[in-house]
C-alpha cells in the first residue's frame, strides 16, 4: 500500500506542465493564472497582460472571432530575451509567461497590422 502511494506521489513530480504556461492557440482556453493587471485596446482586439505572484502573462485577443488571421504577443522580463507566440489564428495568440519576482516586463501585441506596447508596466 506504501509502495503504491509513494509511487503515484512520484507521478506527480513527472507530470506536464501548467497549460497556462505553453504558447499557441487552444493552450488552456486563452488564459493566464492571476489577476488581470493591464489591458492594452486594439481596434480589433485587445492585449491582456496578467500578474501572479511570481509570473507575468500576457494573451493577444481578437474582438470577434473567425477567419485566420495574423496575430502576435510577446512579453519580456527586464534582462530577459522576449518570449513571443506569433501565427495565423483564429481567436487569440498565447499565452505567454516570463518570471517577474521583482522585475518589470515589456508586452507586444498585434491583430493583423495593428500593434500595441506596454512600456515598461508592473515595476
Do not use: N
Amino acid at each position: 500500500m506504501f509502495a503504491t502511494a509513494l509511487w503515484l506521489g512520484v507521478g506527480g513530480l513527472f507530470a506536464a506542465p501548467p497549460a497556462w504556461a505553453a504558447p499557441g492557440e487552444g493552450a488552456a482556453g486563452g488564459t493566464c493564472a492571476g489577476r488581470l493587471a493591464r489591458t492594452l485596446p486594439l481596434a480589433e482586439g485587445e492585449v491582456r497582460v496578467y500578474k501572479s505572484r511570481t509570473a507575468a502573462c500576457a494573451l493577444t485577443v481578437a474582438r470577434a472571432p473567425g477567419e485566420r488571421r495574423e496575430m502576435a504577443v510577446s512579453i519580456q522580463g527586464r534582462g530577459g530575451a522576449p518570449i513571443r507566440d506569433i501565427g495565423r489564428f483564429t481567436h487569440y495568440a498565447g499565452p505567454v509567461t516570463v518570471g517577474a519576482i521583482g522585475r518589470c516586463v515589456y508586452v507586444k501585441g498585434s491583430v493583423g497590422a495593428e500593434s500595441a506596447e506596454s512600456g515598461w508596466i508592473l515595476c
